[in-house]
C-alpha cells in the first residue's frame, strides 16, 4: 500500500493550499480517509476525515470551517483544501487509510508526510 501526499509548501497567513493523497495498493473505495497533522513538538492530531463513500466527513474544531476535505473514488485521491491559513496550521501533513467508522478514526495505512508552512 503506498499513499503520496503533495501539495505542501510555503503560503502566507490567509492563504490557500490544496493536499492530495493518490493511493494505490489497496482497494480505495473501501478505506476511509484522513488528513492528520503534526506540528513540531507536539503530537500527530486528525484533521479531517471521510467515509468511503465520500458521504460523511469529520473535522477537527480547529479548522471547521476552513479546511474542506474531500475524494474522488474514480482517481483514488483524496484531497484538502485549506483556506484562511495561519501561523498555527504550520505542520507536517499525513494522509491515512482507515477500515470502520469515520468518527473513529484509527488508521491501517500511513503516507508520508508533505509539510506545510504558513508565514505570518
Known amino acids: 500500500v503506498q499513499l503520496q501526499a503533495s501539495g505542501g509548501g510555503l503560503v502566507q497567513a490567509g492563504g490557500s493550499l490544496r493536499l492530495s493523497c493518490a493511493a494505490s495498493?489497496?482497494?480505495?473505495?473501501?478505506?476511509?480517509m484522513g488528513w492528520f497533522y503534526q506540528a513540531p513538538g507536539k503530537k500527530r492530531e486528525l484533521v479531517a476525515a471521510?467515509?468511503?463513500?465520500?458521504?460523511?466527513?469529520n473535522y477537527a474544531d480547529s479548522v471547521k470551517g476552513r479546511f474542506t476535505i474531500s475524494r474522488d473514488n474514480a482517481k483514488n485521491t483524496v484531497y484538502l483544501q485549506m483556506d484562511s491559513l495561519d501561523a498555527e496550521d504550520t505542520a507536517v501533513y499525513y494522509c491515512?487509510?482507515?477500515?470502520?467508522?469515520?468518527?473513529?478514526?484509527?488508521?491501517?495505512?500511513w503516507g508520508q508526510g508533505t509539510l506545510v508552512t504558513v508565514s505570518s
Open positions: 471521510i467515509s468511503s463513500s465520500g458521504i460523511s466527513t
Open positions: 491515512a487509510a482507515a477500515w470502520g467508522q469515520v468518527t473513529l478514526f484509527v488508521p491501517n495505512y
Open positions: 495498493g489497496l482497494t480505495f473505495s473501501n478505506y476511509n
